[in-house]
């Protein structure tokens, strides 16, 4: 049988290896937020004969108006996103006239959209409230549904450290996205958050369910044993299930997608990769860890030091 947890700190490791420099990146640089959350306007225009401004010249030409924390996005359709503080409709006529005159041809608004500053901050409010709930109720089911099996709780606490795990995966990458692809954090990514969120629960529950089978039929194992026992039995269904089918449909959206399309799809690529991984190489460790209680010989360790 495979011996997936003797190595348990290696997998620690590898997942910090994965989420600090991204967490980092994001501590120096600040959350990218998108007007969602912060309000401001979004103008995506494209060029019609002409000569296109470039990216320099848009933000030259919005603070000339008098608008400030301009960012400009070129796609890979050949328009342009216009990220700003809220325009009215006088400065927005003004923008779009010398826009013409500048490029000599016409310009044509693809998409706008504005959102107000209390808004943004409502939007933000909720979205955490979102988050924190969920992980609230992700202990409590957790914790009834395991009721019956001994020390039930650990079995949510763990779930939600991996969680945790699974949601700083995510924004890591999405520290590496905002400085490589101009990513930011908008409504769209809060869904593929909460979908990881959904996912990684349901993959820990499939595991831990497993263990709460075997420990009724095996109980003679050792505890250790029985959880690698458990998760070799699982093993094959969540990379069939998961990897295999959700995964390649994920990347089919991230290469093919359009450019909103691509963030969502990489950030549940990753997400549902992480949920899947964490399921096996995190939250079951981590109860294993729990039960023997390892960390008293950490700082045994330490003090023999």
């Not at 348990?8 to 640089?29: E, H, N």
């Not at 603070?63 to 700003?84: L, P, W």
């Not at 831990?208 to 690698?228: G, M, P």
Request: charged share 15%; hydrophobic share 50%; net charge negative.
């Amino acid at each position: 049988m495979i011996d997936i947890l003797s190595k348990r700190y290696l997998y620690f490791a590898f997942s910090l290896l994965v989420i600090i420099p991204g967490l980092i990146l994001l501590g120096a640089r600040g959350l990218p937020l998108s007007i969602d959350f912060t309000g401001g306007s979004l103008l995506e225009v494209r060029f019609e004969g002409g000569t296109p401004l470039t990216n320099a010249e848009l933000i030259q030409l919005f603070e000339n108006a008098g608008i400030d924390d301009v960012q400009v996005q070129t796609t890979e359709s050949g328009t342009f996103q216009i990220r700003s503080s809220v325009l009215d409709i006088e400065t927005r006529g003004l923008i779009l006239d010398e826009m013409k005159a500048e490029s000599g041809g016409e310009v044509t608004v693809i998409r706008e959209d504005s959102v107000g500053p209390s808004i943004g901050a409502a939007v933000t409010s909720r979205a955490a409230l979102a988050v924190g709930l969920a992980a609230l109720a992700v202990i409590i089911y957790i914790t009834f549904a395991f009721r019956k099996v001994p020390n039930a709780f650990r079995y949510g606490a763990c779930a939600i450290i991996a969680m945790v795990h699974d949601v700083a995966v995510v924004f890591s990458i999405v520290g590496f996205g905002a400085i490589l692809f101009d990513w930011q954090i908008d409504s769209l990514f809060l869904t593929a958050l909460l979908t990881v969120i959904g996912f990684s629960v349901q993959d820990k529950v499939v595991v831990f369910d497993r263990i709460r089978e075997n420990s009724s039929v095996l109980r003679r194992l050792e505890y250790e044993t029985l959880v690698n026992h458990s998760i070799v039995q699982t093993l094959q269904r969540s990379i069939n299930t998961q990897l295999m089918t959700v995964e390649f449909l994920l990347l089919s959206l991230a290469l093919f997608g359009g450019i909103t399309l691509q963030e969502f799809a990489v950030i549940l690529l990753v997400g549902l990769f992480s949920g899947t991984y964490s399921s096996i190489f995190i939250a079951a460790p981590i109860l294993v860890l729990w039960e023997k209680q390892e960390w008293k010989t950490w700082f045994r360790r330490g003090a023999t030091a």
